[in-house]
């Protein structure tokens, strides 16, 4: 399994980004799928998982600001990011799991908050 995630980038306090994440070699929705991040000199950091039976989990940190979605036709998993704030400066990959990631990590897409 090869994870690819893309959607990356420079952006202004307060703006929008939607990351997408395509796992080639499986599908996506057999899994709980999460996004995480990690930021340098931090942890990697689950910021949002969706379940198979597609309840959703965020911490406090990005709840009412981030939102995780999957499209199977394209299987392809989406992170709808808003608001951004330079916390959220990180690269992001996604995998699956909570914490428990089953594949190899992809390269991750950066992201940058900044004026």
């Known amino acids: 399994v090869q994870i690819v995630e893309s959607g990356g980038g420079l952006v202004q306090p307060g703006g929008s980004l939607t990351l997408s994440c395509v796992m080639h070699?499986?599908?996506?929705?057999?899994?709980?799928m999460s996004w995480y991040r990690q930021s340098p000199g931090k942890q990697r950091e689950v910021v949002a998982l969706?379940?198979?039976?597609?309840?959703?989990f965020y911490p406090d940190s990005v709840k009412g600001r981030f939102t995780i979605s999957g499209d199977t036709k394209k299987n392809t998993l989406f992170l709808q990011m808003n608001n951004l704030g330079p916390d959220d400066t990180a690269v992001y990959y996604c995998?699956?799991?909570?914490?428990?990631?089953?594949?190899?990590w992809g390269r991750g897409t950066q992201v940058t908050v900044s004026p």
């Open positions: 969706l379940y198979t039976h597609q309840q959703q």
């Open positions: 070699g499986t599908i996506f929705d057999i899994y709980d």
């Open positions: 995998n699956t799991g909570n914490g428990d990631p089953m594949f190899p």
